[in-house]
C-alpha cells in the first residue's frame, strides 16, 4: 500500500523539526487536534516503521492510492491512522496483514518528489485501536478507539528511568558510527519525558515486531523499562563489537586492512558471480576433468588447499592461483595417438621434402619399431646441416607423419637457465621454462618439439641453459623432468625432440652424446632444380598473385640461376631469386605490359642483375695460388691460398684473418720444405735470403682449421719452384711434420661446393675414401677424386710439369 524509505536521522531533523519549527505553529496543531470531532479516519499501512506519540516523521509514498489518501486528507485537515505491516513484504496488505493499534498523525507538510513520490511530514499525536474497517476504496477507513497512556505512579522512579534512558541513548550515539550526531543533538533539546521515550523507540534500533509490543503497552513505565532493557542489549553488543575492533586494530598492518576491505569486495563479488570462491571453484572443476596418477592428485589437493588459506588480496593469492592455473592446464595424461601407416607417413615425408634420405629412413624406422612393440621412448634426433636446407620444416613433416603435435622452440640467443627449467613460483613474474610452456601450448604430452638453434645456446651470468638441456633430452632422465615452476617431476619421455644445429663445434660434449646425430648435407644441383620445381616456384606463384600461366621458368632457367646466381648449400637464395623474378612478372601484368611468360636465361640475367663468373681457371693461372675446399656452418665453400716470396732472411708472413690453427698449419709446411727442400727441387739459398708471405684473400673473414694444411705447402712449393698449379684443381687434408696427410670432416659439403665452383679435380686423404663413397655418384659424375697419404703424392698431381 505505501512505500516506506527509512530515513537517516538528519533528514528526520531537517524535515521534521527545522520546516516545522519555522513554518508551523505545533501547538496550533495540538490544539485544533484536541478539538477534532473527525469519526472515520483513513488508515494508512506502513512498513519498516511504527510511529510513536508526539514524534515528528516523514513517510514516503510511492503508490497512487498512499498519495492520494496523504493529497485527500491535508485538504479536508483530517488525522490519519497509521498502522505497521506484520510483513513489509506484502505489497498489497488486507485488514489481517497489519496491527490494529496504531498511532494517529497529522500531516504537517507534503513534499513531492521528483520520481512522483511524494513525502508527507507527519505528527503522531495519540495511539488508538481499529474498531471496524468501513472502507477499502481507494484506501482503508475505519472506526476506531483512542487510547490513553496510563502515567507513571511513582514519579521519580520514572525520570530517573528516563534519565538512564537518556545517558544510554548517547552512549549508543557515540558507539554506533552509523548513526548521525544530529540524533546526540536532537535528545539532548527534548524535555518531556514521555516525548523522549517515544522519540527514542521510534528512532532506536529494535525489530519492528519489539517496537509494535512498546506502542501497544499502556503504562509509560512499563514502556520505559522495556525500552531500557533492549537498550542494555543493544549497548553491550555495541561495547564487545568496539572492544573487538579496538583489539584487532592494534595488530592490524596494512596487509589486514586490506584484507578487510577484500572481505567486502568478496561479498559484492559473491553477489555479482565470481571472487575468490568461485576461483576455487573453477580449478577444481578444471581438475576434475584431469586424469592424474596419485601423487599428482595429492599435490593438487595440497596446493587448492594452500590458495584457500590465503588472503584473496595478499600477492602470494595471485601467485599461487597462476601457479594452480598453469598446473591444470598442463595435459598430465592426455596422448595424442600415432598413426602407424608407414606408407602413408613415407608419403607426407617425400611430398613435402625432397632429398633427405636418411632422416627419411630414420623416421620411418622409429613409426615401424613403435607399431611393432607399441610402446618406447622416443629418440632425441638432431639434424645438423647448413641453413636452408629444411632441419626445421622437417620436424612439422615430421609431426604430421606421426600424427602428433608439433610445437617449435627457438633456442637461438638463449642463455638464462631459467628459460629451460622454469623460475620458482615465489619470484616476481615466475613462470614455467620453456618445455612445459611447450607442452602446455601443445595440449598434448606426447607432441614434436623442434629444438632450433641448439648450436646458438649462449651462457649467461644466470646459468648455462645447455646444461639444462641434458636433463630434457636425456631419455634415461626426462621420464621425471624437474621444472622450478612446477615443483614436481613431469614425464617428457613421451615426446619426440628434434634438435636442429649448423654446427656441432659449440655443443657440449655429453649434450651431443644424448642425441643421435643425422648430417644433412647441402643439395646437389638437381635436387635444388626438382626443389624449385616442385615448391619454390608455386610458392613464388601463390605469394604474388600469378598463376602457372604466367610465370614459368625451365631447367635450362633454373640451373642458370643456381649457378650463375646464388653459392649456397641449401635452397634460401634460390628461393630469393625466383621470389625476384616472380615480382618482375607481377610488375608487368600490372602495367598491362606483354611479356613471355617462360623466362629465358637472358631474360633471367636482366632481372637478377649481372652473373657471377663461372671459371676459376683464370685465378689459379699463376705460381703460388691454391684453391683449397673449406666447410663453413653455412656449408662448404671453396678458398684460394696464395704465397710469393721477396728478398729477406727466410722469414714466413700470414695474413687473411686466420686462427691459431691455420697459423700452425703454415708454420708446418714451411718446415717441412727445409727438411725436404732438396727433394723438392727448392735451393737452401731460396729458403735462407727468401722471405715468403702467405695470404687467404676475403681478409675480414675468419678463417681456422687444420683442413688448409695441403694446400698452403703446395701454395709455398709452387712459389718457390715457379711452376702454376693444375688448373680447376682443388684440394683439402691436414699436414704433419712428416708430411702424412690426414682426414679432414665435412667432405660432402666440400666436394658439392667444389662442383658449384667448377672445379673437375680434388685430392683428398686416403682416410676419406669412405666419405665419398657414401655419397650418390651421381652428384659426383663430372668431379675425379684423387687420394693420397703423403705429401709428396699432393706435389706430383697438383703441380704442373
Not at 154 to 160: C, S
Not at 349 to 363: P, T, V, Y
Not at 514 to 523: F, L, N, T, V
Not at 594 to 610: C, F, N, P, R, T
Request: one cysteine or more; proline letters at 4%; aromatic letters at 6%.
Amino acid at each position: 500500500m505505501t512505500e516506506f524509505e527509512d530515513i537517516n536521522f538528519d533528514e528526520i531533523l531537517r524535515d521534521g523539526f527545522d520546516i516545522v519549527a519555522e513554518e508551523i505553529n505545533l501547538s496550533d496543531i495540538d490544539e485544533s487536534t484536541k478539538n477534532s470531532e473527525q469519526i472515520i479516519f483513513p488508515i494508512l499501512p506502513v512498513r519498516n516503521m511504527v510511529m510513536f506519540p508526539n514524534v515528528v516523521i516523514p513517510i514516503t509514498a510511492g503508490r497512487k492510492t498512499s498519495i492520494q489518501l496523504l493529497e485527500e486528507a491535508q485538504q479536508n485537515g483530517d488525522l490519519i491512522g497509521i498502522v505497521s505491516q506484520k510483513n513489509s513484504n506484502i505489497e498489497q496488505p488486507t485488514e489481517k496483514d497489519f496491527y490494529q493499534i496504531g498511532t494517529l498523525a497529522k500531516i504537517i507538510k507534503i513534499i513531492k518528489l521528483p520520481e512522483g513520490n511524494v513525502t508527507a511530514i507527519t505528527k503522531g499525536f495519540q495511539r488508538f485501536k481499529i474498531k471496524s474497517i468501513t472502507d477499502s476504496q481507494p484506501y482503508f477507513k475505519g472506526e476506531i478507539t483512542r487510547l490513553k497512556d496510563s502515567k507513571a505512579k511513582k514519579k521519580e522512579e520514572y525520570e530517573a528511568l528516563l534519565e538512564n534512558i537518556k545517558d544510554l541513548a548517547l552512549k549508543i550515539i557515540e558507539l554506533d558510527p552509523n548513526i548521525p550526531n544530529a540524533a546526540n543533538f536532537a535528545i539532548k533539546n527534548i524535555n518531556n519525558n514521555d516525548d523522549l521515550l517515544n522519540f527514542i523507540c521510534t528512532n532506536a534500533n529494535f525489530p519492528y515486531a519489539e517496537k509494535q509490543k512498546l506502542l501497544e503497552e499502556k503504562s509509560l513505565m512499563e514502556r520505559a523499562n522495556k525500552c531500557y532493557e533492549m537498550m542494555h542489549e543493544d549497548f553491550r553488543k555495541l561495547e564487545l563489537r568496539n572492544q573487538i575492533h579496538q583489539k584487532t586494530s592494534k595488530d592490524l598492518d596494512k596487509q589486514q586492512r586490506e584484507y578487510f576491505l577484500n572481505q567486502q569486495i568478496r561479498t559484492i563479488q559473491d553477489e555479482l558471480g565470481g571472487g575468490p570462491e568461485s576461483d576455487v571453484e573453477d580449478l577444481i572443476k578444471k581438475a576434475s576433468t584431469k586424469t592424474w596418477k596419485p601423487e599428482v592428485e595429492e599435490h593438487f589437493q595440497k596446493e587448492i588447499g594452500r590458495l584457500q588459506r590465503q588472503n584473496p588480496n595478499s600477492p602470494d593469492y595471485n601467485v599461487q592461483r597462476n601457479y594452480l592455473d598453469f598446473f591444470t592446464d598442463l595435459p598430465w595424461e592426455t596422448f595424442t595417438k600415432d598413426t602407424f601407416d608407414i606408407e602413408k607417413a613415407e608419403k607426407v615425408l617425400d611430398k613435402a621434402h625432397f632429398g633427405l634420405e636418411d632422416i627419411k629412413k630414420r623416421i620411418l624406422e622409429h613409426m615401424a619399431v613403435l607399431k611393432l612393440k607399441n610402446n618406447m621412448k622416443s629418440p632425441i634426433l638432431l639434424l645438423v646441416g647448413p641453413p636452408g636446407v629444411g632441419k626445421t620444416s622437417l620436424g612439422k613433416s615430421v609431426a604430421d607423419a606421426l600424427g602428433r603435435k608439433y610445437v617449435r622452440v627457438s633456442l637461438g640467443g638463449l642463455h638464462d637457465e631459467s628459460e629451460i627449467r622454469g623460475h620458482r613460483k615465489t619470484y616476481i613474474g615466475a613462470m614455467a621454462g620453456r618445455i612445459l610452456q611447450s607442452i602446455k601450448k601443445s595440449g598434448t604430452s606426447n607432441p614434436v618439439i623442434v629444438l632450433d638453434e641448439i648450436d646458438k645456446v649462449g651462457k649467461g651470468m644466470h646459468g648455462d641453459p645447455s646444461s639444462a638441456l641434458l636433463e630434457v633430452l636425456d631419455p634415461e632422465q626426462n621420464n621425471a623432468f624437474y621444472d622450478n615452476f612446477l615443483e614436481m617431476g613431469y614425464d617428457l619421455s613421451k615426446v619426440m625432440f628434434l634438435a636442429t644445429a649448423n654446427s656441432l663445434s659449440t655443443i657440449q660434449s655429453p649434450l651431443l652424446d644424448r642425441m643421435e646425430i643425422i648430417q644433412i648435407a647441402g643439395y646437389t644441383l638437381e635436387e635444388k632444380i626438382e626443389i624449385a620445381k616442385r615448391h619454390l616456384i608455386k610458392k613464388q606463384q601463390d605469394e604474388n598473385g600469378l598463376t602457372a600461366k604466367s610465370f614459368k621458368l625451365g631447367n635450362a632457367e633454373l640451373k642458370h640461376i643456381i649457378e650463375a646466381h646464388t653459392s649456397e648449400s641449401g635452397v634460401r637464395t634460390l628461393e630469393k631469386r625466383i621470389a625476384g623474378i616472380a615480382r618482375w612478372v607481377a610488375l608487368q601484368t600490372a602495367l598491362v605490359k606483354e611479356y613471355d611468360a617462360k623466362i629465358s636465361v637472358e631474360k633471367v640475367d636482366e632481372i637478377l642483375g649481372v652473373p657471377r663468373p663461372k671459371s676459376l681457371s683464370e685465378l689459379t693461372d699463376v705460381p703460388g695460388v691454391v684453391t683449397g675446399l673449406a666447410w663453413t656452418s653455412v656449408g662448404g665453400d671453396i678458398l684460394f691460398i696464395e704465397s710469393i716470396t721477396s728478398n729477406g732472411k727466410g722469414n714466413l708472413t700470414m695474413t687473411g684473418n686466420l686462427g691459431t690453427v691455420m697459423k700452425e698449419s703454415a708454420t708446418i709446411a714451411l718446415e717441412y720444405i727445409k727438411a725436404k727442400h732438396e727433394d723438392l727441387g727448392i735451393t737452401e739459398d731460396d729458403l735462407e735470403k727468401k722471405n715468403i708471405h702467405v695470404h687467404v684473400p676475403e681478409g675480414a673473414t675468419p678463417k681456422d682449421g687444420p683442413s688448409a694444411g695441403i694446400a698452403m705447402l703446395t701454395s709455398m712449393v709452387s712459389t718457390f719452384r715457379n711452376k702454376k698449379v693444375k688448373p680447376h684443381l682443388a684440394m683439402t687434408g691436414e699436414i704433419t711434420l712428416r708430411g702424412k696427410v690426414l682426414p679432414v670432416g665435412g667432405i660432402k659439403e666440400k666436394l658439392l661446393a667444389a662442383t658449384r665452383a667448377g672445379i673437375k679435380e680434388v685430392i683428398l686423404c686416403e682416410a676419406n675414401r669412405k666419405d665419398v663413397e657414401e655419397i650418390k655418384q651421381d652428384y659426383l659424375k663430372n668431379l675425379k677424386v684423387n687420394y693420397v697419404n703423403w705429401m709428396t703424392e699432393v706435389l706430383e698431381l697438383a703441380i704442373e710439369k
